[in-house]
């Protein structure tokens, strides 16, 4: 098979896929719209465009998460030693799969398991959580 200079630049670069371009993309596409129509305009086109987006990512907002709880839950009655430590990885580089335990004051309360540390910490204090329940 045979790509064009342009395929060959894509599979390379993946600009199309980088969360970063796509959103300077918009901010540039909204910022035309405002300048050419103005805020009306510039307000209707992200309604009809990026109204399910901006309800999904804000669907979480305020919410703790189960670090967070734990922390206050295991500090309500005074100072506590919170430690998060890896204990196993295994994968290659690019799929890597942690795995960390969450102790407190030196007792192993869980472990957990995620690609990424901060995954494996949150997947450790949920199930501390669970287990204080």
Known sequence: ????????AKLIINGNEKPA????SIEATIAAIYFDGGLEKAEEFIVNNLKEAIESSTKHVGMKDH???LQEKLQENG????????????GPDHDKLFTVKVEV???ELAIGEGR???HAEMDA???ALEKLK
Do not use: H, R
Not at 79 to 90: A, C, G, L, R, S
């Open 105 to 107: 004051n030196g007792k």
């Open 67 to 69: 670090k967070t709880v």
């Open 116 to 118: 990424t540390k901060k």
């Open 79 to 90: 100072d506590v030693n919170i430690k998060y430590t890896v204990i196993k990885e295994t």
């Open 1 to 8: 098979m045979i790509l064009s200079s342009w395929e060959k």
């Open 125 to 127: 204090a949920g199930k």
């Open 21 to 24: 371009i796509l959103a300077d």
